[in-house]
């Protein structure tokens, strides 16, 4: 076996730990804490991908080294390794989570969420569970979930149930002479494949017969490309660490150094992940790695100085913990300015305190046999399994306490329309013809109520005015699509199906007896710039002044082409929304507070609401004086004597800071009944 070939992939001087490697972790963990943290970091988290690409590099220039002195790779001792490096750690995390979130959090999903996401985390398939069930990293349940961060965790772990497989069977190949390629071919190959897969859902297309819970921003096809760019680097090793010099050294590392930054802000939260411009950071960071090389250049040398190199030690726990505090101080305290940021300062504490007496002791076990690796791997799983199990048995419950089970009753259930399936971007031409119909043989003017998810927060109103009326409904709603004739996108709507959604169903107007349609829709698209609107696909904007005056032209088209198929149209200003400081979320009331029997409400001046939704209501009532459409505004029920409020008595309006509850739906009937008669 020569030092040139393939089946030695890693020099000597490897096998000693190199400082800069722990300092790209600081930055990589930094990145992450600071985009968590509130931090001007847009891109903050592709600190994941940075983290993703060195992994690839140290594990396979480890298995390297065993390889070259061995001529075998123990399975065995390596993932027994991989446990006792990883798993304690997150086991103490899920179990200070799980009884924090039992005292903390919302027994309305987040606590059964956080019980399943501990369980899938120790079990390598957090990633799976979060997909699942709290859906896209950026959505707003996402942020609920304080072991959200546990996700890169097992795609991690996914990985190295597969590359150590991987690289054996290329050194096999290699070492029976059949191609001493043969590693590099195979990890290259999945590499290729991985980001082929990447880059063709960036598109918004998807892989046939490849699973939802395999690709997407949380899956481990769309991401190995990246710990494959590890992989290879390291695999090449014997053959380019003797061509690094100094200066270039230098110049890969400036060069790596400024695409590193210049992705974190060249990226946001809008940005598709992971796409084309996550190449940017993942070569940037090979181009760090390669830079180490030559450990005397001044990029190399000021990332191993003393400082980053102590915050790569504790880069695992950092990244652990940060996000749990950060999740728990905002329950606690939503309004309180910088406490995100805070909390992150916090975490360092439980981070130094994992690393030092938990992660390290048990990581530098010297001759563990099978049994005592067993009673290890029994002692780290068990508790905090049956603890997770424990909540989610409780939330699903209740608690057993009857004013907590009255609680969640009257405010977790979806809407009617909803847990009928009819808030889905499916165009009624697309569904049965009696799907999504109440009272369809109902003698009165047939109504129709389309919109996005503030539309569906109405049905159980509708329902109710309608039947009493003998008036047949449908209901077409889909989540964060306006009813409004323009070309719209946003990260849960993507441009094609909200666009199709509401042409389709334009067009379905026309084959329909004419009615009276009602249009509901959330205010915020007039006031986020996550969302874009234009009139033509090339005028999509989220510039404000534009984008209003475009969702106005729209919502105008679309009262227009109801009116020309003989339809009256209504248009529903939004409920008020419950923002800073008057935050009001359900969601963050824990089991503790609701037992306790304490007035749960929340009152706002009725200035401050319209204030924010000023764009929006402003925007209805001139379209409904151009058109012949009749504007609904809900505010003399939600906001009597100039006054916002989220409880009546005992009933509580809302289900989250925006949509209402079941029961407040109903109270609305009366007025709908007005309308309609």
Same mark, same amino acid.
């Given at each position: 076996m020569t030092q040139g070939s393939l089946t030695t992939p890693v020099p000597h001087s490897q096998e000693n730990r190199r400082n800069d490697i722990q300092g790209l972790r600081a930055i990589a963990v930094g990145t992450v804490v600071a985009f968590h943290a509130g931090l001007p970091v847009p891109g903050g988290f592709l600190g994941v991908d940075v983290f993703f690409?060195?992994?690839?590099?140290?594990?396979?220039?480890?298995?390297?080294?065993?390889?070259?002195?061995?001529?075998?790779?123990?399975?065995?001792?390596?993932?027994?390794?991989?446990?006792?490096?990883?798993?304690?750690?997150?086991?103490?995390?899920?179990?200070?989570?799980?009884?924090?979130?039992?005292?903390?959090?919302?027994?309305?999903?987040?606590?059964?969420?956080?019980?399943?996401?501990?369980?899938?985390?120790?079990?390598?398939?957090?990633?799976?569970?979060?997909?699942?069930?709290?859906?896209?990293?950026?959505?707003a349940p996402a942020a609920a979930n304080p072991l959200l961060n546990t996700w890169s965790l097992s795609v991690e772990e996914q990985f190295y149930l597969i590359f150590p497989l991987v690289l054996f069977l290329?050194?096999?190949?290699?070492?029976?002479?059949?191609?001493?390629?043969?590693?590099v071919f195979l990890v290259g190959m999945v590499g290729l494949i991985s980001f082929a897969i990447a880059m063709v859902e960036s598109t918004g297309r998807a892989i046939p017969l490849l699973p939802t819970w395999l690709s997407g921003f949380y899956g481990p096809t769309s991401r190995a490309w990246e710990f494959?760019?590890?992989?290879?680097?390291?695999?090449?090793?014997?053959?380019?660490?003797?061509?690094?010099?100094?200066?270039?050294?230098?110049?890969?590392?400036?060069?790596?150094?400024?695409?590193?930054?210049?992705?974190?802000?060249?990226?946001?939260?809008?940005?598709?992940?992971?796409?084309?411009?996550?190449?940017?950071?993942?070569?940037?960071?090979?181009?760090?790695?390669?830079?180490?090389?030559?450990?005397?250049?001044?990029?190399?040398?000021?990332?191993?100085?003393?400082? @980053?190199?102590?915050?790569?030690?504790?880069?695992?726990?950092?990244?652990?913990?940060?996000w749990p505090f950060i999740v728990f101080a905002l329950i606690l305290w939503p309004t309180t300015p910088g406490v995100a940021a805070l909390a992150a300062i916090a975490s360092i504490l439980p981070s130094l305190v994992s690393y030092r007496w938990l992660e390290q002791p048990i990581r530098n076990l010297r001759n563990v046999r099978k049994k005592k690796m067993t009673f290890i791997v029994a002692i780290t799983m068990v508790p905090p399994i049956v603890l997770a199990l424990g909540l989610w048995s409780a939330a699903d419950h209740g608690f057993w306490n009857q004013r907590v089970q009255q609680f969640v009753a009257s405010v977790q259930p979806l809407h009617a329309g909803n847990a009928a399936g009819c808030n889905k971007s499916i165009a009624p031409s697309e569904r049965k013809p009696t799907t999504c119909v109440w009272n369809a043989n109902g003698s009165g003017t047939p109504v129709?109520?389309?919109?996005?998810?503030?539309?569906?927060?109405?049905?159980?109103?509708?329902?109710?005015?309608?039947?009493?009326?003998?008036?047949?409904?449908?209901?077409?709603?889909?989540?964060?699509?306006? @009813?409004?004739?323009?070309?719209?996108?946003?990260?849960?709507?993507?441009?094609?199906?909200?666009?199709?959604?509401?042409?389709k169903t334009l067009q379905w107007f026309k084959q329909q007896p004419p009615g009276i349609v009602i249009v509901s829709a959330s205010s915020v698209y007039w006031n986020s710039k996550v969302f874009s609107a234009g009139l033509t696909p090339n005028t999509m904007t989220r510039d404000l002044e534009t984008k209003?005056?475009?969702?106005?032209?729209?919502?105008?088209?679309?009262?227009?082409?109801?009116?020309?198929?003989?339809?009256?149209?209504?248009?529903?200003?939004?409920?008020?929304?419950?923002?800073?400081p008057y935050v009001s979320d359900p969601r963050q009331f824990s089991a503790l507070k609701i037992a306790s029997g304490q007035d749960l409400g929340t009152q706002m001046p009725r200035d401050f609401a319209d204030k924010k939704q000023q764009a929006a209501r402003t925007a209805n009532a001139l379209v409904a004086q151009n058109t012949g459409a009749f504007v609904l505004d809900l505010r003399e029920f939600f906001c009597p004597k100039n006054l916002c409020r989220t409880q009546i008595g005992r009933t509580y309006l809302y289900r989250d800071d925006g949509h209402i509850s079941i029961a407040a739906a109903e109270q609305l009937a009366p007025l709908f009944r007005k309308i309609l008669a």
């Open positions: 690409v060195i992994s690839g590099f140290v594990i396979t220039a480890m298995l390297g080294r065993e390889w070259a002195k061995s001529q075998t790779i123990r399975f065995s001792t390596f993932y027994a390794r991989r446990f006792r490096r990883l798993t304690p750690a997150l086991a103490l995390l899920v179990v200070g989570v799980v009884a924090l979130s039992a005292l903390i959090a919302s027994p309305m999903g987040d606590q059964q969420n956080t019980a399943k996401t501990g369980i899938g985390a120790l079990l390598l398939s957090a990633n799976i569970v979060i997909a699942q069930t709290t859906g896209g990293y950026f959505d290329g050194w096999k190949l290699a070492k029976k002479k059949r191609t001493k390629h043969a590693p494959a760019a590890g992989a290879i680097l390291a695999l090449f090793a014997h053959k380019i660490e003797p061509l690094i010099k100094k200066n270039i050294g230098l110049a890969l590392g400036v060069l790596g150094i400024a695409g590193l930054v210049s992705s974190l802000y060249l990226v946001t939260d809008a940005t598709i992940w992971p796409g084309p411009l996550t190449i940017l950071p993942v070569v940037s960071t090979v181009c760090l790695l390669v830079a180490g090389y030559c450990e005397s250049n001044a990029v190399s040398k000021f990332l191993g100085r003393s400082p @980053f190199v102590h915050i790569g030690n504790i880069s695992y726990s950092l990244y652990l913990w940060h129709y109520l389309v919109g996005d998810s503030h539309a569906d927060h109405l049905s159980e109103a509708v329902i109710a005015a309608t039947t009493q009326l003998d008036q047949p409904l449908t209901i077409a709603t889909a989540n964060a699509c306006p @009813f409004n004739d323009v070309y719209f996108s946003s990260t849960a709507a993507p441009r094609s199906s909200c666009r199709q959604f509401v042409q209003r005056a475009n969702l106005k032209a729209g919502l105008t088209s679309t009262v227009k082409q109801l009116e020309a198929t003989g339809n009256r149209v209504v248009l529903v200003q939004d409920v008020p929304y419950f923002a800073s």
